[in-house]
């Protein structure tokens, strides 16, 4: 059964819009817990534009489902999830000017250097997933890594503005599923879904869980977490 990836960036967003202590990311992985959320997703920035250090020691202590890092492949990122060892890593693209990740990753431009970054983590028993496009290139590269998952990147699905192009991108996702399966890669996607287009990206068959946070916390800024979360759950099963 598909499972939910909680994304809490956007509550340290608001904190770091004043540089106060409130809300608590933290405090809000709990509640999303108590929601229903299988998993906890932070991504921690280079720039720390909204989740800090802090934030991720306290929810490595604290999360009781799993805790999935989201961080760039830099130095620093792999030191620190050494130092942490969450439940799995995520590798994305990061640029400082961007509002939020644009794309995957080029693993198919950068296979030397992710299989590095890969290997180290996983020989700390760290599993890893390679944030990338439905692209055959990244799929095959993402394999060629030896990464234990892949995040298919549901961006272009999610800005879709017409019903075919709906259906195009859905079947670009559902092929890629299909080749990472069938390549001895795990698969879960994420980017830009909402409570109204998650359903048909949740059928897809082979898919494991869904990562997604701007919808659940904006709909947790009239309703609380807990049942923005109960809702989310409902939707990737059509129950709302």
């Known amino acids: 059964m598909i499972t939910l990836g909680v994304n809490i960036d956007h509550i340290a967003t608001i904190r770091q819009a004043r540089r106060t202590t409130e809300p608590d990311p933290v405090a809000a992985a709990v509640l999303a817990e108590l929601g229903g959320a299988d998993g906890i997703t932070a991504h921690l920035r280079e720039d720390r534009r909204h989740i800090q250090d802090r934030d991720v020691y306290l ?66 028993e760290i599993p890893v997933s390679l944030f990338i496009d439905a692209e055959a290139k990244q799929i095959q590269a993402s394999a060629a890594t030896q990464a234990q998952f892949i995040e298919l990147h549901t961006g272009r699905y999610a800005e879709a503005t017409t019903e075919i192009e709906r259906h195009q991108q859905l079947e670009v996702l559902r092929d890629g599923c299909a080749m ?26 082979g898919m494991e869980e869904l990562n997604i946070g701007h919808t659940i916390i904006a709909r947790a800024a009239l309703v609380g977490i807990e049942r923005a979360v109960r809702e989310m759950k409902q939707a990737l099963h059509r129950e709302l």
């Open 59 to 124: 929810l490595r202590q604290t999360v009781s489902t799993h805790l999935n890092l989201e961080m760039a492949a830099t130095e620093e990122m792999v030191t620190l999830a050494l130092d942490l060892k969450p439940d799995y890593v995520t590798l994305v693209p990061e640029k400082r000017e961007e509002v939020t990740t644009e794309g995957g990753l080029d693993v198919d431009g950068s296979c030397d250097r992710l299989t590095e970054v890969v290997g180290r983590l996983q020989e700390a």
């Open 180 to 205: 990472a399966r069938a390549s001895g890669l795990r698969v879960n996607a994420g980017h830009g879904l909402t409570y109204l287009n998650v359903y048909p990206v949740a059928c897809i068959e």
